[in-house]
């Protein structure tokens, strides 16, 4: 993957969203033969679900690009910015972590440490080792870039991004199930999701940017 293919994926599914969109806005209009009003509610609330979808897939296409970087380059620990090198270790400390961890565990996984880094072995990560497995908004963007060291400068305009939580929040909902879809869709009209997406598209865009940025200038190496 390289940064021109997390442009391409985020493209193709903001387009997704905003030819859903055109579909809703002709159950708003009238010109669908289709009357029932349940049933517009359930499309716009599946709006909510697609809008999520691209929030998420978005960040883990750009840490994906982060670590397939550091991977192609053969980026070993001492290579690595010291950001990398935190998230690294408490990424390996992680994973020994667990009820049935016992001495031999932090013996083997201290082991393991010393040797990768001895043995200058490239850094291997995941979004799970920053913590990324859903639930991702505008705060979760700010601590995996502050983490990274990804300077995230998002335009006053955009609010920080400020409407990403309540689009996670209503996709938790719908998908726990304490939220119908009926209920979810009867909270917004077509206007209201197409400026959601405006705005989600708007401050994604900022974010594939500033990955571009840190991967292009090799801010993840140590300078």
Not at 15 to 20: A, Q, T
Not at 184 to 199: H, K, M, P, T
Request: include cysteine; aromatic fraction near 10%; glycine fraction near 4%.
């Amino acid at each position: 993957m390289s940064m021109l293919v997390v442009r391409e994926e985020f493209n193709k599914r903001k387009c997704e969203v905003e030819e859903y969109l055109e579909i809703l806005k002709s159950f708003e209009d009238g010109s669908s033969d289709v009357q029932s009003e349940n049933f517009f509610r359930i499309l716009k609330a599946n709006a909510i679900v697609m809008l999520y979808n691209l929030v998420e897939s978005t960040l883990s296409n750009a840490l994906s690009e982060v670590f397939d970087s550091i991977k192609s380059e053969k980026v070993t620990y001492q290579k690595v910015s010291a950001l990398i090198r935190d998230v690294w270790l408490d990424s390996k400390y992680h994973q020994t972590f667990t009820e049935n961890a016992h001495f031999h565990s932090y013996r083997n996984k201290a082991k393991e440490i010393v040797d990768d880094i001895l043995k200058k072995r490239v850094i291997q990560l995941s979004r799970q080792s920053l913590g990324v497995s859903g639930n991702v908004d505008d705060e979760l963007i700010r601590k995996v870039c502050k983490k990274l060291g990804v300077t995230l400068k998002i335009p006053e305009k955009l609010k920080g991004g400020s409407y990403l939580p309540k689009i996670k929040e209503k996709r938790n909902e719908l998908a726990h199930g304490t939220l119908s879809f009926v209920e979810c869709g009867r909270d917004y009209s077509y206007e209201d999701l197409q400026e959601l997406l405006v705005n989600t598209a708007a401050y994604l865009e900022v974010v594939v940017n500033c990955f571009d940025s840190y991967i292009s200038e090799g801010k993840f190496l140590n300078k």
